[in-house]
């Protein structure tokens, strides 16, 4: 994995110069913590209950601490750093294997051919068994029995809301593993038809998908520890799924690798949700991960983000109360929706403001603002609406809708609207006169008298 041959390939492997030796992913790990074997030193310091010793990054020391501690570092350790790693190798060591040149691919047969279940093929198939372990069965999701780096995929999913084809779900496979299963599919593809040096790039995309699981896991129990007092189990959790990630994050940014560690280690003197979320984010593109495949951490029972955590870009309430309960964010009103009730605001007072000044009006001149209004709308209305003229007698008194009188003798009552029989004109506005004083039609409603 880390000894380069003559031709720059791997020692005791291929010795091609297009293999990965040293191998990528491993260096990370090794470089930060200065050991080859620092997954088994971190397991067997948890399991003895002493210092891991690393020799250069990332020291715990498990003396005093609780068998509950020790037992997620023992657990998750075995799974998130010794098997993660293993399987990663595999698939390193698949593409070692690969036979180019065949140009019928499984078809043909020969020493420079790639054969199922042979090979370059059997250590793509290793890689997948490490991942993702023996008890998840063959269905796709798996059983929940599951405890390889698969099962956790499955859990941080519905954790992070990022089940599903398009990650947006709490339910159904995780986005990860249904990616990440696509990719395996085409690096097997690959390998089969001999075609090497395209399997490289599709491993680059399979190590992003299989950190990010490593990168929920660390958020959630950083925010556990600093929003919910968290106790020894998920101190314990959150110190291993940091230890599994943050050489990835410091081979990107040494200082936010540093942040998230000095947070997050067994013996910590504080710990900062905040900060680590931030350390990790400005490390995405990095990392070749998403805000969007992370996501936030999910609240079901509110059906939202938890506060402050919820994906990048996002704007969360702060939190009210972090001794025990998670606050969650609160929805802020949108622009368009204030600008739209300060206009309403402002034509009320308007109107309010002009209220008061026909009023003071009125008060001085001692005469009705809008008697005069109504008159004159009459009368623009009599240039352009059909009216219908009656003479008005003695006995034809109809109520003047102005002023309350009554017609006189010689002036005429003009109605304005629907033309309509005399006599229902005249039972519109009450009936009173008599309809033969009017041979000719009028409309609905007498609107006013004149001479």
């Known amino acids: 994995m880390i000894t380069q041959a003559s031709k720059r390939g791997c020692a005791f492997a291929s010795d091609r110069s297009g293999d990965g030796c040293p191998y990528l992913d491993f260096t990370m790990y090794k470089d930060y913590y200065g050991d080859m074997d620092y997954a088994d030193k971190m397991v067997t310091a948890a399991i003895n209950a002493h210092s891991t010793g690393f020799a250069s990054k990332g020291n715990m020391n498990f003396a005093g601490t609780s068998d509950q501690l020790r037992k997620e570092i023992i657990k998750k350790g075995t799974a998130y750093m010794n098997a993660y790693m293993y399987a990663i190798r595999e698939f390193e060591d698949a593409i070692d294997d690969c036979n180019a040149g065949c140009a019928k691919g499984i078809v043909s047969s020969g020493p420079n051919c790639n054969s199922l279940s042979t090979a370059a093929v059997h250590a793509w198939d290793e890689g997948v068994a490490f991942y993702t372990g023996s008890l998840e069965g063959p269905d796709v999701g798996g059983k929940s029995e599951g405890v390889f780096p698969y099962r956790l995929a ?47 790039p599709v491993l680059r ?41 943050v050489p990835r994050v410091h081979y990107c940014n040494p200082a936010d690798g540093d942040t998230i560690m000095n947070n997050m280690k067994i013996g910590a003197s504080s710990t900062s949700f905040t900060a680590v979320k931030a350390a990790f984010e400005k490390n995405y593109a990095c990392m070749n991960s998403t805000c969007e495949e992370v996501g936030g951490i999910w609240s079901a029972a509110e059906n939202k983000y938890y506060a402050e955590a919820g994906p990048c870009g996002s704007v969360s309430a702060p939190t009210k109360n972090t001794d025990d309960v998670i606050q969650e964010s609160e929805s802020e009103m949108p622009g368009w929706a204030i600008a739209i009730l300060v206009s309403v605001c402002l034509l009320l007072a308007c109107l309010l403001v ?88 009028a409309t609905s409603t007498v609107r006013a008298c004149s001479r």
Not at 156 to 166: D, L, M, P, S
Not at 416 to 433: C, K, M
């Open 154 to 200: 499955e859990k941080r999913c519905a954790n992070f809301k990022t089940c599903g084809e398009q990650h947006n779900s709490v339910t159904g496979t995780s986005y990860t593993n249904t990616r990440l299963f696509d990719k395996l599919a085409m690096g097997q593809v690959r390998l089969l038809m001999g075609r090497c040096d395209e399997v490289r």
């Open 205 to 245: 995309e399979m190590v992003a998908l299989m950190s990010i699981p490593l990168i929920q896991g660390t958020l959630r129990y950083a925010y556990k520890i600093d929003k919910m007092s968290g106790a020894d189990k998920e101190k314990g959790e959150g110190a291993i799924f940091a230890a599994a990630i």
């Open 354 to 441: 002009g209220c008061c000044v026909v009023i003071l009006a009125e008060r001085r001149s001692g005469k009705p603002t809008f008697a005069r209004l109504k008159v004159d709308a009459l009368e623009r209305m009599e240039s352009t609406i059909p009216i219908a003229v009656l003479p008005c007698t003695t006995a034809t008194h109809n109520t003047h809708p102005l002023e309350k009188g009554a017609c006189t003798t010689g002036e005429i009552a003009w109605t304005i609207g629907r033309s309509v029989p005399t006599s229902d004109a005249f039972e519109d506005v009450g009936g009173v006169g008599s309809s033969s004083t009017a041979t000719s039609t």
